[in-house]
Nanobody, 123 residues
């Protein structure tokens, strides 16, 4: 069992930045791939970014490439998402997730999810 808790969401103006964090507990976080997803009102949850267990592989959705950066600190059991140049269309609830296989995260597969943190970008 793993417990994921996101934080760092909030209200920001377009063009601004936010840094999301996801604290993991309950199992050895460092041996699993992790990622971020988001769900906007009325839309399906979509993949944002993923990172392999030791950070050697990273994947981004086309919509966030060049603006978002995913990273992890395994000794602290924490996953991050640095979001720059935010746009109104980035408004959503952001979720962190884990999976034993990195390749499965961009496909929307995960074994554990956090409760989400709201990001609102005003235009």
């Amino acid at each position: 069992q793993v417990h994921l808790v996101e934080s760092g969401g909030g209200l920001v103006q377009a063009g601004g930045s936010l840094r999301l964090s996801c604290a993991a507990s309950g199992r050895t976080f460092s041996i699993y791939a992790a990622g971020w997803f988001r769900q906007a009102p009325g839309k399906e949850r979509e993949f944002v970014a993923a990172i392999s267990a030791y950070g050697g592989s990273i994947s981004y959705a086309d919509s966030v490439k060049g603006r978002f950066t995913i990273s992890r600190d395994n000794p602290k059991n924490t996953l991050y998402l640095q979001m720059n140049s935010l746009k109104a269309e980035d408004t959503a609830v952001y979720y962190c997730a884990t999976h034993p296989k990195f390749a499965n995260l961009p496909r929307g597969q995960s074994d554990y999810w956090g409760q989400g943190t709201q990001v609102t970008v005003s235009s």
